[in-house]
């Protein structure tokens, strides 16, 4: 099949006396105008209650503007079909199954090679370094649980306060977070390796991948000013699980990846969208324009 991009720019060229003007005559000034009143509905104030409502697929923001309970049913009702959407996109992506071939091959590198038991030795030798408060930290901020509650959060503030932006990325949060616990816990049961606090399902870890997967999302999402601390948390969460020896060294490093791979693949999916096109961003630095493109793929 042919892969054709139909591309919209909307282009302003700053001028030393402050003033924008297009730079490709009046059908952009059209088009330009048109873009940037979609960009500024998408931050305007909720529509009262009773809105048409917009297909899941079309939409960003709830269902129902301003309506709580109407929204807050109707993505109950979508979300079968939005994890399965996320779900074929995420283990379709090339980009998903080079991590989640890593993630294998690190596992078995890491165990087959002496490696997880170096690290084993290591603490037998010199025992934990962290102690009881920071391991309580670890525990309770890198647990599948605490992120849920977190994106749960976000997600019924942001119905209750009709931000699109934070909604939004609440349920990609949620979405990625459900589909990597889900195959975390498939690769547990198929893998039954035993992990140095005797858990007959160490492999992979699925502190670490929750943990990576909600940095993932957030980085993607708002930059590395939340993403790289995330991240450096995320980190942590590892350490504490080997320090702790409640799992191994590649139990970690597999469970990282996996939850890169699926936070990445959600949130690549989650991008924003007008009329079912894909929003990037528009350079031309020979005239010196700079703004935002529509492209969309057949």
């Known amino acids: 099949m042919s892969r054709m991009h139909l591309a919209v720019a909307a282009m302003v060229t700053v001028v030393t006396s402050g003033i924008c003007r297009a730079d490709a005559g009046g059908d952009w000034l059209s088009v330009g105008a048109q873009l940037a009143q979609t960009e500024r509905a998408a931050e305007a104030p909720a529509a009262p209650a009773g809105a048409a409502y917009v297909p899941w697929q079309e939409r960003r923001g709830p269902a129902y503007p301003g309506d709580f309970w109407h929204s807050f049913g109707r993505d109950a009702k979508e979300l079968p079909a939005t994890l399965w959407d996320d779900t074929k996109v995420t283990f379709t992506s090339p980009t998903s199954w080079i991590l989640f071939g890593l993630a294998g091959a690190a596992g078995i590198a890491l165990h087959g090679n002496n490696g997880d038991d170096q690290v084993a030795d290591h ?3 010199h025992g934990s370094q962290l102690n009881t408060f920071w391991d309580s930290v670890g525990d309770a901020g890198g647990n599948p649980g605490t992120h849920f509650a977190l994106a749960g959060a976000a997600y019924l ?4 306060k009709g931000d699109t ?13 459900i589909i990597n616990g889900l195959f975390t816990e498939a690769l547990k049961v198929a893998a039954r390796t035993e992990s140095p606090n005797g858990d007959e399902m160490g492999w992979p870890s699925g502190h670490a991948s929750s943990s990576f997967c909600f940095a993932t999302v957030m980085h993607e999402a708002y ?3 939340v993403g790289v ?3 450096g948390f995320a980190t942590f969460v590892g350490y504490e699980r080997i320090d702790a ?5 590649s139990d970690v490093i597999s469970g990282a990846l996996i939850g890169i791979a699926v936070g990445h693949a959600v949130s690549t999916h ?12 528009y350079v031309n630095p020979e005239k010196g324009a700079l703004g935002i493109a529509l492209t969309k793929t057949w």
């Not at 503030?157 to 209750?160: I, T």
């Not at 991008?271 to 990037?280: A, F, K, W, Y």
Request: proline share 9%; charged share 20%; hydrophobic share 35%.
């Open 123 to 125: 603490y037998t030798r």
């Open 157 to 160: 503030c942001s119905l209750a």
């Open 165 to 177: 932006k934070t909604y939004e990325v609440s349920k990609t949060l949620l979405n990625a977070l």
């Open 223 to 225: 930059g590395p000013w």
């Open 229 to 231: 601390p995330l991240f």
């Open 245 to 249: 020896r409640n799992h191994d060294f």
């Open 270 to 281: 989650h991008q924003p969208r007008i009329l079912g096109m894909d929003v990037i961003p």
